[in-house]
């Protein structure tokens, strides 16, 4: 049974539209959450408890006049400190943005959230510049996992994946580049949206990676996910990179059937380097669907190599003058990458974006004989806080750079999907459902059939 | 005793400007030992002198 504590976004929304609770009831029990667990979670970075309340205050305001609100109406979120949130210094995870102006303005995607009468509550920790899998910050120590707090919450969107896990609101939004919406989902049993590339504006938002940035919302549902991308979706010119396609709603198509899609699991690389949980995630979901047929993807490792080379320069390329002042206010960890990212010959940069192309066009031929591909999120649940190696097929290997090996090679071409949490014990863990571009429909009405199914479903969190 | 990398990091951040301790040089030589072993892994594929880089998804 749902409880207060979990209520989910469309509990809350239908329940303050319905008049059978305040929005400013609603933001009280979300802040109170907060204030009672983030000691020990350390998901937030800021609380903007007056402008929630100011907010819920303006939504009660209008329910009470008769006015039509939105389709979030009350919902409590929050966002990764990438978010530009006016009068707040956009963090970044880092150090050195705290000295940053605060913004002036809203990220484009907040403005969308909270003109759909959501109410933002705060910003959230996340690994220094977005250049993280694993959820640890050295400013403002780890955020946690809501299972078991001496774990990962997975990065480099790690707040979000805790405060969401945790129940501390029911959506908050992410960024990821390279895993870092599917990795947090995948360690702390939630579901995650990545878009398409170039689907929902980025505008506003502090960047990483420009070719591989993607800004997307956590939930504990299929429904509350899809609920607010439709919230967000939509051209913004202030976003060069964002569609000029129009708002797809994907609401209205999540309990269309899924026994007409075409559902493989991706073979060779994806079933590589895998522990044992992944493998049975996996297959709970394929059965689930009544998936047998294996696809293979071709040069997924050579795909997954090019992204770490585009990442690491272009990262580099972004800090560089920071890199040449104020060296020491960096991570060492992610300072010591950038600067070796700023090294990596042109050429082979160049070659790895034109190799994205060609991996593009073998991808897209996939698709036209399937709709949606499985995938393991990550290769394991969440690994220990400061675990630094594990044993990867035989091999041991830095946890830090390979947390995201089965997600890299999927948003390096932008494919949209949504990280499912499957519920095993102790620990729950991701399968990503990747569909064609533009495709996030399909994505969402499977996620929400294994949910109804009961194959996923986000755990109460039980580490706290 | 010097490492292979080591005139080239001290070459290219000279001419980026990019200050290199000699506390961070072994992090930053196995981080660039990493990006050039996946680079070559890019590198090594053919392609066609007429491919374009990286797509966007457009309408």
């Given amino acids: 049974m749902t409880t207060k504590r979990e209520m989910t976004a469309s509990d809350i929304a239908s329940a303050v539209a319905g008049r059978k609770m305040s929005a400013l009831d609603a933001t009280e029990a979300a802040l109170a959450r907060i204030k009672q667990h983030d000691a020990i979670l350390n998901a937030f970075t800021d609380i903007t408890a007056d402008r929630a309340r100011a907010k819920a205050r303006a939504i009660d305001a209008d329910i009470a006049a008769g006015k039509t609100v939105g389709p979030l109406a009350g919902v409590p979120f929050a966002v990764k400190n990438l978010f530009d949130v006016a009068g707040l210094a956009t963090r970044a995870g880092s150090k050195i943005n705290r000295d940053r102006v605060p913004a002036m303005r809203d990220a484009t995607l907040i403005e969308r959230m909270e003109a759909a009468g959501a109410v933002l509550v705060g910003a959230l920790n996340m690994g220094e510049y977005a250049y993280d899998f694993t959820g640890e910050n050295v400013h403002h120590g780890p955020s946690r996992n809501p299972h078991d707090t001496t774990r990962m919450s997975g990065g480099s969107s790690g707040g979000s994946g805790s405060a969401v896990g945790g129940a501390l609101v029911p959506i908050a939004l992410g960024s990821d580049t390279n895993g870092s919406i599917r990795v947090p989902s995948s360690f702390c049993g939630i579901f995650g949206l990545k878009p398409t590339y170039g689907r929902l504006s980025r505008a506003r938002s502090f960047p990483f990676v420009a070719s591989l940035d993607h800004l997307g919302p956590f939930a504990r549902s299929a429904t509350d996910l899809a609920l607010a991308y439709d919230a967000m979706q939509g051209p913004d010119a202030d976003d060069a990179a964002c569609t000029t396609r129009g708002i797809e709603p994907t609401l209205p198509l999540l309990a269309n059937p899924v026994s007409d899609l075409r559902i493989a699991i991706a073979g060779g690389y994806f079933q590589q380097n895998l522990f044992p949980e992944a493998v049975e995630a996996i297959g709970r979901v394929a059965k689930a669907l009544g998936a047998t047929r294996v696809v293979d993807v071709p040069e997924a490792a050579r795909a997954r190599a090019a992204a770490y080379v585009i990442s690491t320069t272009e990262g580099a390329s972004l800090h560089l003058d920071r890199l040449r002042k104020r060296p020491n206010d960096f991570d060492p960890a992610v300072r010591d990458r950038l600067i070796a990212g700023a090294m990596v010959p042109a050429p082979l940069v160049d070659r790895a974006q034109k190799f994205r192309r060609w991996y593009r066009a073998q991808l897209a031929e996939v698709f036209k004989s399937v709709d949606v591909l499985l995938a393991p999120a990550t290769p394991c649940t969440a690994p220990k806080l400061g675990q630094v190696n594990f044993n990867l097929g035989g091999v041991e290997l830095p946890v830090r750079a390979n947390i995201g090996i089965h997600t890299q090679p999927i948003s390096f071409i932008g494919l949209p999907v949504v990280a499912v949490p499957v519920p095993l014990e102790p620990l729950p863990i991701g399968v990503q459902i990747i569909a064609a571009p533009w495709r996030e429909d399909i994505a969402l009405r499977v996620a929400y059939a294994l949910e109804k199914m009961g194959v996923v479903a986000a755990p109460s969190p039980k580490g706290f | ?59």
């Fill in chain 2, 1 to 59: 005793m010097a490492e292979p990398l080591d005139d080239y990091i001290d070459a290219v951040s000279q001419a980026l400007a990019l200050p290199v301790e000699d506390a961070w040089r072994p992090a930053i030589r196995a981080n660039l030992e990493v990006s050039l072993r996946l680079g070559r892994l890019v590198d090594e594929f053919a392609l066609p002198d007429e491919t374009e880089p990286a797509p966007v998804f457009t309408v």
